[in-house]
């Protein structure tokens, strides 16, 4: 195992986190809570694998598409999205220090970084140097899109007590909807599908995270 694809597994990962936590200009979070919020991310994965393999005990992911697709939404990206979700609603979410919608986005991407950067640890460990740096970085940009999408409707849910809840849900299930069909185009190998879903997430992630950075504080929804 090549120590350098060790570091390469996980240093764009940091690279993105440090990017993130210089970005969040208004109140920006305390280290320790970015370092708890990664570490939460790391823990995530093993849920996620346990479930994985739990799942995969039910249904066989054997190439028939109706189990291809229990297996995508049900197994794969149910159980990841749902385990980053809950340390992000029922610990991070009522920190004192969430005072705003771009503290959502910071902690969702932490804690999704967190995962990537372990999950292309444990890329590296059983692949060696066999594993794609194309690979690596795709984990990166699929987490990327898939916790800001989470942040949005939680960042909203924070300052929006009359939707709460209804955010709370739409911030769960839209990302598990996106992921399964991620998953689901990877397993049928179907890579046109993929590009057109990294797209449109591209779009939807860039718009909002513009948005987010330009506005002056006071003009910033929910505050």
Request: overall charge positive; aromatic content about 18%.
């Amino acid at each position: 195992m090549n120590l350098s694809f060790i570091i390469l597994a996980i240093a764009p990962v940091l690279a993105v986190c440090g990017y993130i936590f210089h970005k969040d200009r208004f109140n920006k979070q305390p280290i320790k809570l970015v370092i708890i919020a990664f570490i939460f991310g790391v823990f995530s994965f093993f849920p996620t694998a346990v479930a994985t393999k739990l799942g995969g005990a039910f249904i066989v992911n054997n190439g028939n598409l109706l189990n291809t697709s229990l297996f995508a939404f049900l197994v794969l990206s149910l159980s990841e999205e749902f385990a980053k979700f809950f340390f992000l609603r029922y610990i991070l979410f009522n920190r004192k220090e969430f005072t705003e919608p771009l503290d959502a986005v910071v902690y969702a991407l932490i804690l999704g970084f967190g995962f990537a950067a372990f999950e292309n640890f444990l890329y590296v460990v059983q692949y060696g140097n066999k594993v794609s740096i194309m690979l690596m970085l795709t984990t990166i940009l699929a987490h990327t899109i898939l916790a800001i999408l989470m942040s949005y409707y939680v960042g909203l849910a924070k300052f929006d007590i009359t939707h709460k809840y209804e955010l709370l849900r739409k911030g769960l299930v839209y990302p598990v909807l996106l992921h399964g069909l991620y998953a689901f185009f990877l397993l049928q190998n179907f890579m046109a599908g993929i590009l057109i879903l990294a797209a449109v997430g591209l779009w939807f992630s860039v718009k909002y995270i513009r948005y987010i950075l330009t506005q002056p504080k006071n003009n910033l929804p929910f505050l």
